[in-house]
């Protein structure tokens, strides 16, 4: 598959987001979904970046930078960091998800914490949002029974919501947060934060999932800590779609061949 407009694309927020993960079932693989940090390492080499993600991405996630991202590992740290540095804000990552959708129907999600929504101003957030293209937003700070009023104005505004488990969240949690849930539910497979480590903590991961998809009307994909193609063909068979962040991050940090990176994970995705 490639990130070339398909039929299935069709509609926006959770339906063009629910296309996107029946598509990847009709095919026999777990969507693919590479993240990136909007404005990093600047402007126009992000829109560079998020083109070849998108060339074999079934959801593209797109992190508004933060100053004070507690999910993240030290890669992404760095990423928001050089960001905000480059100048990227809040309303400039809408900007960005903007220009791509220019030429791109992809389903997009945004990765914010709550913080960066108050400062625009939640309904002015969401409506910018909405106006940008934007799909759906991952919310890892806000536990889903906190903050009514902003997750009924993403609602309203058309986008889907997806919270975090994580191996730590005890059975209610993992219900109230599976259910709250419009657009996918988001499992954290290691107890920590974000970032691309030696070997694929999957350990916990099928009991999390089970207990997730009793609760769960949603797709259940699984991130952190997912680093090459090896850990997405482990992840594949057991969850609906593969979050692959960091290890992004640090082949553009390195000079390597992100292209070839991305495909051979997209490939990993295969059941």
Known sequence: MTGTPVATREGRGVARLQAAFQ???????????????????DRSRFLEVAATLLERADILEVGIPYSDPLGDGPTIQRASEDA???????????????????????PISVMTYVNPIYAVGPETFMQLAAEAGVDGLILPDLPPDQDIELIDLATRYGLGLTFLIAPTSTPDRVKLVAEACTAFLYAVSVVGVTGAR??????????????AREHARVPVVVGFGVRDARAAQALAPLVDGVVVGSTFIN????????????????DGCRR
Do not use: C, K, N
């Open 84 to 106: 905000l540095a480059a100048g990227t804000s809040t309303r400039g990552t809408l900007d960005l998800v903007r220009e791509l959708r220019r030429t791109h129907d992809t």
């Open 198 to 211: 030696e070997e694929a903590a999957l350990g916990e991961v099928p009991e999390m999932l089970a207990l």
């Open 251 to 266: 082949a553009i940090r390195q000079g390597a061949d992100l292209r070839a990176l991305v495909h051979d994970i997209a």
């Open 23 to 41: 598509q990847a079932e009709a095919e026999g693989r777990a969507a693919f979904i590479p993240y990136m940090t909007a404005g990093f390492p």
